[in-house]
């Protein structure tokens, strides 16, 4: 089962973190399902970028990033050549480490 080590942010998990889930399972879900509280305004269906991360491991292990995914990555805050959704994001069987920016384009965040 890959791992996914966060980066210290802030506000979702100061001190970083690592989770583990199975291939197949969204960055954003995996989060999520071990309560570092990501946001994700748009509930994951690729339609915002508040669930933006940069991945600074294991880039190229994901899924392919769609033209949606790309069309709205345009958009993130902080953007970098290795961004992405993290709901779109999807796990293979390398191990990835992300950062969440520290900012969003989101101002007013929502209570999911």
């Known amino acids: 089962m890959p791992t996914i080590k966060i980066l210290p942010h802030p506000e979702y998990c100061p001190q970083g973190a ?9 960055i954003c879900e995996a989060l999520l ?3 570092i509280k990501i946001e ?7 339609a915002c970028t508040t669930c933006h991360v940069v991945v600074r491991e294991g ?7 769609d ?24 796990l293979a069987q390398q191990d ?7 900012y969003s384009i989101n101002h007013a965040k929502e209570n999911h």
């Open 18 to 26: 690592s989770v583990s889930a199975p291939p197949g399972t969204s």
């Open 96 to 102: 990835v480490t992300i950062e969440i920016p520290k």
């Open 40 to 46: 994700h305004a748009c509930d994951m269906s690729c």
């Open 67 to 90: 033209e949606a995914e790309e069309d709205l990555l345009d958009r993130a805050w902080g953007l970098e050549p290795n961004s992405r959704l993290s709901c779109q994001a999807i």
């Open 59 to 65: 880039f190229n292990s994901l899924g392919e990033l």
């Open 33 to 35: 399902d071990n309560d």
